[in-house]
C-alpha cells in the first residue's frame, strides 16, 4: 500500500487549498478512509474521514463546515480546505483503516496506513 500527498503549500488566513492522496496497492472506496494532521509541538489528530460502505463521514469540530473530504473514481482521496486559519497550519496525513467494517478512522490506533504527509502553512 502506497499513499501519496500532495497540494500543501503556504497560504494566507482566509484562503483555500485543495489536497490529494494518491493510492496505490489497494482501492480506496473499498475502505475507511481520511486525513489527520499534526502542528508543531502537538498530537496527531483526526481531521475528517469516510466510509463509503456505511455512509459514515467525520469531522473534527475545529474544521466543520471549512472542509470537505471526497474521493474520485481515480483512487484519489481529497481535502478541501476553505476559509484557511493559522491554527491549521500542520503535516496533513492521509490514512486508510483497512480493518474497520463500519465507521471510520478518528484514532491514530485505528489506522493501519499512513502516507508521508503534506505541510500546510497558513499565514500572512
Known amino acids: 500500500v502506497q499513499l501519496v500527498e500532495s497540494g500543501g503549500g503556504l497560504v494566507q488566513p482566509g484562503g483555500s487549498l485543495r489536497l490529494s492522496c494518491a493510492a496505490s496497492g489497494i482501492t480506496l472506496d473499498d475502505y475507511a478512509i481520511g486525513w489527520f494532521r499534526q502542528a508543531p509541538g502537538k498530537e496527531r489528530e483526526g481531521v475528517s474521514c469516510?466510509?463509503?460502505?456505511?455512509?459514515?463521514t467525520f469531522y473534527a469540530d475545529s474544521v466543520k463546515e471549512r472542509f470537505i473530504i471526497s474521493s474520485h473514481a481515480k483512487n484519489t482521496l481529497y481535502l478541501q480546505m476553505n476559509n484557511l486559519k493559522p491554527e491549521d497550519t500542520a503535516v496533513y496525513y492521509c490514512?486508510?483503516?483497512?480493518?474497520?467494517?463500519?465507521?471510520?478512522?478518528?484514532?491514530?490506533?485505528?489506522?493501519?496506513?499512513w502516507g508521508q504527509g503534506t505541510q500546510v502553512t497558513v499565514s500572512s
Open positions: 490514512v486508510v483503516d483497512r480493518t474497520a467494517s463500519w465507521g471510520c478512522p478518528t484514532t491514530e490506533r485505528a489506522v493501519t496506513d
Open positions: 469516510t466510509n463509503r460502505r456505511d455512509g459514515n
